[in-house]
């Protein structure tokens, strides 16, 4: 197997840390209406606005099509063609009517290297590249994003990542290289679900340390109980239930412990897919 793309390092304490926390609320329904094609539909109530989008998508061999309109009627179009060539996927995407949203995406995939670029289709482009070699236990990566109009460039990360059934370690110098991020996912009992993980970052610019930690725990097959504490005082938990096959509600909370007179987010989403 060969090495994860840039983006993905330290996806696994990531997910553990942010991954399915809502303080919204939210419902989507999927409905797969033939083999080929699928439809879903999302709303969700932020404070007292309600927001919401449809979005359908078909299959027809290495060609995937994406059409999504929300309700501020925005149109969303992608083709994604997989298999060009040999390891290599393309994808091309634009937004209605911000007629300067093209872009096109290229990804190359191999034993040893993941390869990702992509190139705004405007007069003066953003430009984006990043890359990642080695293996499946050990990564090496970095990205560059470039500005054609300032002619500057927007970004320029690079990280490495160590990689283990059952932990996962990566270290990424981040911000055009003004903070590095550590974190680590550590499987403590994969028969019963049980993960911990932490994220630290240092800011060079004023010394500045922040670090989160959380930890995962599956009481049973179909539930699910995460746990989050951050050093800004703010304390969260996640329930998740899987209540029929593909259907999940999940309930978020998170308090404030530095704002003991505000009232604490609680979020509800729920998931169905007949």
Avoid at 70 to 90: A, E, H
Avoid at 109 to 131: K, R, T, Y
Avoid at 240 to 262: F, G, M, N
């Amino acid at each position: 197997m060969g090495p994860s793309p840039f983006p993905d390092i330290g996806k696994r304490a990531k997910d553990l840390l942010t991954k399915d926390y809502n303080f919204d609320h939210k419902f989507t329904l999927s409905v797969p209406c033939s083999g080929a094609m699928g439809v879903t539909a999302t709303g969700w109530k932020r404070d007292q606005i309600f927001v919401g989008d449809i979005c359908t998508q078909y299959r027809n061999g290495n060609t995937t099509v994406d059409l999504k309109i929300d309700t501020d009627s925005n149109l969303f179009y992608r083709v994604t063609q997989d298999q060009v060539l040999p390891g290599i996927k393309t994808t091309f995407s634009f937004n209605i009517p911000d007629h300067k949203s093209g872009k096109l995406d290229v990804q190359y995939l191999h034993d040893h290297a993941a390869v990702f670029s992509s190139i705004g289709l405007a007069p003066s482009p953003l430009l984006e590249f990043n890359a990642a070699v080695g293996n499946s236990d050990l990564v090496l990566g970095g990205e560059v994003g470039f500005d054609t109009v300032s002619a500057s460039f927007t970004k320029y990360n690079a990280g490495i990542s160590i990689n283990k059934p059952d932990f996962s370690a990566a270290l990424i110098v981040m911000d055009k290289g003004q903070a590095v991020k550590a974190s680590y996912f550590h499987a403590v009992n994969p028969l019963k679900g049980t993960a911990v993980a932490a994220e630290m970052i240092h800011r060079f610019s004023n010394y500045e340390n922040t670090f989160t930690i959380g930890s995962s725990h599956a009481v049973d097959p179909i539930t699910l109980i995460k746990t989050r504490f951050s050093d800004n005082g703010k304390m969260a938990m996640l329930c998740q239930r899987e209540w029929r096959p593909k259907s999940q509600i999940a309930l978020s909370v998170e308090y404030d412990t530095k704002a003991a007179h505000s009232a604490s987010k609680l979020g509800l989403a729920l998931a169905l897919k007949p």
